[in-house]
């Protein structure tokens, strides 16, 4: 099962951290955009190409500390088709690199178009007699608020390709709580009844370290929530964003893991990717101050948790 091989990685490494790709131009060094302009003038294949070249700069000095990668789609998306064609190529550059990839798409529809963006981002589309995989990810972010009508075919392609999911279920941003705490009839919240829902999907992708195929978005900035739904959900994954920019820090992202330090990966995008710019270095030494940032992440987080090895 696709969490296995995080888990794998996570335990080799000995760091449940995951570095968000979520590239803006103002994070880009000058050099970076210049040689690329200078290729492709200031146009959308110029800013396209930019990205790429940060991303695998980023890539590069990552690969051995970190065992994940999080592309954000619509960082790629907001410069059309050339900037889609640098997210495939981000997910191939990672995973030549043994890089776990979560593509961050937060899909979410029904029926026969579930399915083809399950086959896009996880899975493989045949054109005439000849199958390719378009994007490739090894895990894709999921809106799960139209029940299972929209989960099912992820299902069917994660259970066939050894993919996985992480399901929305309490997000880490400020209004987050104006849908996701409502209480319900039966006395629990929301985010509480969506969560049982990814366990009772999860049985369908079972792993052998007790952790289903099925995930789940759990914001590090609600740490009390945080903690009680690794309680109620003891074989579903964390994907836990909000660590660094948006305020999140070890004592906050800690009541994500279990006993043997497993459960959950914690998201950094911005803190790591603009290191450089906090740290007032050289943007030539932007990924050196990446992997600096990324190296710091991990020890704070691990010196909170401890060891983490396998059950």
């Keep these: 099962m696709s969490m296995d091989k995080l888990i794998e990685k996570i335990v080799e490494k000995q760091n449940p951290t995951v570095a968000g790709l979520d590239p803006k131009l103002s ?70 690199k043994g890089m776990f990839v979560i593509t ?10 579930m399915t083809a963006y399950a086959a896009a981002h996880l899975g493989s589309t045949t054109v005439e007699e000849e199958t390719f995989e378009p994007f490739g990810a090894d895990a894709l972010t999921v809106n799960g ?4 009508d929209g989960i099912q075919p992820l299902l069917e392609v994660c259970g066939k390709g050894d993919k996985g999911i992480f399901v929305l279920v309490k997000t880490s941003n400020p209004s987050s709580g104006e849908l996701q705490d409502k209480p319900l009839a039966d006395g629990n919240t929301v985010y509480r009844a969506m969560g049982a829902m990814c366990e009772g999907w999860g049985e369908k992708l079972p792993g052998q370290y007790g952790y289903s195929g099925v995930g789940a978005v759990v914001g590090a900035t609600y740490p009390a929530q945080l903690e009680e739904l690794r309680a109620a959900m003891p074989h579903t994954f964390f994907l836990v964003p909000g660590y660094g920019a948006q305020g999140g820090a070890a004592d906050d992202v800690a009541p994500g893991f279990d006993k043997n330090g497993l459960g959950a990966i914690v998201n950094s995008s911005r803190g790591i990717m603009c290191a450089w710019q906090k740290e007032g270095v050289d943007g030539q030494e932007y990924a050196a101050a990446a992997r600096r940032e990324a190296i710091r992440m991990r020890d704070e987080i691990v010196g909170r948790i401890g060891q983490i090895k396998l059950p």
């Design 27 to 96: 994070y880009i060094p000058e050099h970076i955009r210049s040689a690329s302009y200078e290729k492709y003038g200031k146009t959308l294949e110029g800013a396209a190409d930019a990205l790429l070249q940060f991303n695998k700069g980023l890539i590069d000095a990552l690969c051995d500390v970190v065992p994940a990668v999080k592309p954000q789609a619509a960082y790629y998306e907001m410069y059309g088709w050339q900037g889609v064609k640098v997210l495939t190529e981000t997910i191939a550059y990672a995973k030549s």
């Design 104 to 113: 961050d798409g937060k899909r979410n529809d029904i029926g026969a178009t």
């Design 145 to 148: 608020y139209l029940g299972t």
